[in-house]
């Protein structure tokens, strides 16, 4: 798990610039703020692409993958994301601590909540 994030904190840098966005503290001392509902049922295609689409995709797609991140399919999240893990690097950059949280649009902890499920209790189920 270490040497994993250790080969993300560059890539979370990078993204967290790409994006305009700022963080006062270092990717790696995000802590995890919200805890599961325990849903296990989401998806990729039917709950987590959209949130990518709407959010996501006009900074890290195939066109423009800052950061070195394409979050316009499931390959490309999977690179930032642990099934099951609620360290994966998504689930700590959306986190409301976190630099990526205020680029994700309307009701932000719903998005987060759900982000976390999928990962963590869904195990990044396609």
Same mark, same amino acid.
């Given at each position: 798990?270490?040497? *994993?994030?250790?080969?993300?904190? $560059?890539?979370?840098?990078?993204?967290? +610039?790409?994006?305009?966005? +700022?963080?006062?503290?270092?990717?790696?001392?995000?802590? =995890?703020?919200?805890?599961?509902?325990? =849903?296990?049922?989401?998806?990729?295609? %039917?709950?987590? %692409? $959209?949130?990518?689409?709407?959010?996501?995709?006009?900074?890290? +797609?195939?066109?423009?993958?800052?950061?070195? =991140?394409?979050?316009?399919?499931?390959?490309? =999240?999977?690179?930032? @994301?642990? $099934?099951?893990?609620? /360290?994966?690097?998504? @689930? *700590?950059? @959306? /986190? $409301?601590?976190?630099?990526?949280?205020?680029?994700?649009?309307?009701? *932000?902890?719903?998005?987060?909540?759900?982000?976390?499920?999928?990962?963590?209790?869904? *195990?990044?189920? /396609?």
């Amino acid at each position: 798990m270490i040497r *994993r994030f250790l080969l993300v904190a $560059p890539l979370i840098a990078a993204l967290v +610039s790409a994006c305009g966005g +700022s963080s006062p503290t270092s990717p790696s001392t995000i802590t =995890v703020t919200v805890t599961g509902t325990g =849903v296990t049922n989401y998806t990729y295609t %039917a709950d987590v %692409a $959209p949130i990518m689409n709407s959010d996501c995709v006009a900074c890290h +797609s195939a066109s423009r993958h800052d950061g070195g =991140v394409n979050l316009s399919t499931y390959a490309g =999240v999977m690179q930032v @994301v642990t $099934p099951g893990s609620d /360290q994966s690097v998504l @689930v *700590r950059v @959306v /986190q $409301p601590a976190g630099p990526m949280y205020g680029n994700l649009s309307g009701n *932000r902890n719903q998005k987060v909540q759900l982000i976390y499920d999928w990962v963590v209790s869904s *195990r990044a189920a /396609q």
